[in-house]
């Protein structure tokens, strides 16, 4: 028995102690996560349809050339990045029960709109607006996941919920290549036309779920399946020092300040504007470009073989989470130094020349630990801002941003599709990304040390001055004590 809660512990988390947070735990682990990364599913099942029809059909059906592909992307970020802070500002005056399957609805009708697209210049104004939609569900998940979970469980649930997008990623493969075998030319339609039509068909049930099921955050929440002893606790079980002073659905100018005014904004931004450009091989679908450009593979082998990458992302990014909620310390750091190693590894087989296929292979398939530090980057986050949910919502919202706001032109310098199959300065890019990221690493680790030691020593020097305090007072009651003990003597010794 006592194994086998060593193994709950060490696969999901701390076991409350009590019976009705034990409840509580297990009924927010289904609503929350099923519908956040049935969302997430959706969200980049569509964002890699785009690159799967790119590589099905679609290229030569709209008579794409040159970098089109990659302007679709960076249109699509564009999208994105006007989006993301917005949307997760909108999560602190809109239920996020409300806001979350409203957005996902809009995208879902955009991915309709894609199915019937006759021009690329049409897919850039389709992509535009799915990007602003589609900015909503992930940095506004890990917002909702920081207001729910204690740092000892949140860095699985992040990892599940991360690893939900990459299986989009891994089943939008899959798909394509049974839509491509089975549906192409089906009512006059092309196979790539039947993906995004399936992916819409997809997305819509899931946003009604959400709509109905999503508890929001602990202090709005209305779910009928929690009782008011457990929407008591899911509040109770987060109130530490750190953290409640500043709540949820505060908005001020001040927040201006607490987030400007902060190294948290500066380090954990550039800690993922940069640590995320280690995912360009996966988020730009390099290695069906490099089978496609290489010749000699079928149009279901070039869907179906990057999916080994994905899958091993998968593996690394919960085998990771799982790690770091495991160590007393919750320390996140050594994740995005193995996902630094593995890319610049997997970079320098990419270059080599005289690499086998295999090896090829395989350093494709490595390059997918980047995703691991997906997760991490955003619990750790979501801990160094424990203490102001409003802040909290922007600097998660501002990683993202920024990170978005290099992908608009990073693929477009380093990863142009008339590069394939080579892909020279993206490589090096990547080998610099790589070492970039271990030394921002080592920053944002100094600065919440530095923080954290420093909050210690005011704690300190507090209960230092509470303790004087009431020594002070002790004494001076002794003194009066004594004072009217020399009274009384001195009464008695006239009378004598």
């Known amino acids: 028995m006592a194994v086998l809660r060593k193994i709950r512990h060490f696969v999901w988390g701390e076991i409350p102690e009590s019976k009705t947070e034990r409840s509580l735990l297990l009924k927010i682990d289904w609503f929350i996560l099923s519908y956040c990364c049935l969302m997430y599913f959706s969200n980049y099942l569509d964002r890699s349809n785009i690159a799967n029809a790119y590589v099905s059909g679609m290229k030569e059906e709209l008579n794409m050339h040159g970098t089109q592909y990659n302007q679709i992307n960076t249109i699509f970020t564009c999208g994105y990045i006007v989006g993301m802070i917005p949307n997760n500002l909108m999560l602190q005056v809109v239920p996020p029960r409300i806001w979350f399957p409203a957005m996902q609805?809009?995208?879902?009708?955009?991915?309709?709109?894609?199915?019937?697209?006759?021009?690329?210049?049409?897919?850039?104004?389709?992509?535009?607006?799915?990007?602003?939609?589609?900015?909503?569900?992930?940095?506004?998940?890990?917002?909702?996941?920081?207001?729910?979970?204690?740092?000892?469980?949140?860095g699985k649930r992040s990892g599940i919920f991360t690893s939900s997008g990459l299986a989009g990623t891994l089943f939008s493969g899959l798909l394509q290549a049974a839509v491509y075998t089975n549906l192409n030319g089906v009512s006059g339609r092309s196979g790539w036309r039947w993906l995004f039509i399936i992916d819409g068909v997809i997305t819509m049930p899931i946003a009604l779920y959400g709509f109905f099921m999503f508890p929001d955050v602990p202090t709005t929440t209305k779910a009928f399946y929690l009782s008011d002893e457990e929407r008591l606790i899911s509040c109770e079980r987060l109130e530490t020092d750190k953290n409640k002073d500043i709540n949820h659905g505060h908005l001020s100018?001040?927040?201006v300040k607490r987030v400007v005014g902060n190294w948290r904004w500066y380090g954990c931004s550039l800690l993922f504007?940069?640590?995320?450009?280690?995912?360009?091989?996966?988020?730009?679908?390099?290695?069906?470009?490099?089978?496609?450009?290489?010749?000699?593979?079928?149009?279901?082998?070039?869907?179906?073989?990057?999916?080994?990458?994905?899958?091993?992302?998968?593996?690394?990014?919960?085998?990771?989470?799982?790690?770091?909620?495991?160590?007393?310390?919750?320390?996140?750091?050594?994740?995005?130094?193995?996902?630094?190693?593995c890319c610049i590894i997997a970079s320098a087989i990419l270059l080599a020349p005289s690499s086998p296929l295999g090896a090829r292979f395989f350093a494709w398939y490595l390059a997918g630990a980047s995703y691991a530090g997906q997760a991490t980057t955003f619990a750790w986050a979501n801990q160094i801002c424990a203490d102001d949910h409003a802040a909290r919502g922007v600097v998660l919202a501002s990683m993202n941003m920024w990170n978005n706001v290099v992908n608009a032109w990073w693929p477009l310098v380093f990863y142009p599709a008339t590069d394939a199959p080579r892909f020279t300065k993206g490589l090096w890019a990547m080998i610099g990304t790589s070492i970039a990221t271990l030394i921002v690493t080592w920053f944002v680790w100094y600065m919440?040390?530095?923080?954290?030691?420093?909050?210690?020593?005011?704690?300190?020097?507090?209960?230092?001055?509470?303790?004087?305090?009431?020594?002070?007072?002790?004494?001076?009651?002794?003194?009066?004590?004594?004072?009217?003990?020399?009274?009384?003597?001195?009464?008695?010794?006239?009378?004598s």
């Open 448 to 495: 919440e040390r530095r923080e954290t030691r420093s909050r210690q020593e005011q704690v300190e020097a507090a209960d230092g001055g509470r303790a004087r305090e009431k020594d002070d007072a002790a004494d001076e009651r002794l003194g009066r004590k004594s004072s009217r003990g020399e009274d009384e003597k001195s009464v008695t010794s006239r009378h």
């Open 105 to 154: 609805i809009i995208w879902g009708v955009l991915t309709f709109c894609t199915s019937a697209a006759s021009t690329v210049q049409q897919i850039y104004v389709i992509r535009f607006f799915q990007g602003i939609a589609e900015s909503s569900t992930f940095v506004g998940t890990h917002y909702i996941l920081g207001s729910w979970y204690k740092p000892g469980e949140l």
């Open 273 to 341: 504007a940069i640590s995320g450009e280690t995912e360009s091989f996966g988020s730009n679908n390099l290695m069906g470009q490099w089978l496609k450009a290489m010749g000699g593979f079928t149009v279901p082998q070039i869907n179906n073989y990057p999916s080994g990458a994905t899958a091993f992302a998968i593996v690394s990014t919960l085998v990771c989470a799982t790690w770091t909620d495991a160590t007393p310390s919750r320390s996140r750091w050594p994740v995005l130094v193995y996902m630094s190693i």
């Open 253 to 255: 100018w001040s927040i």
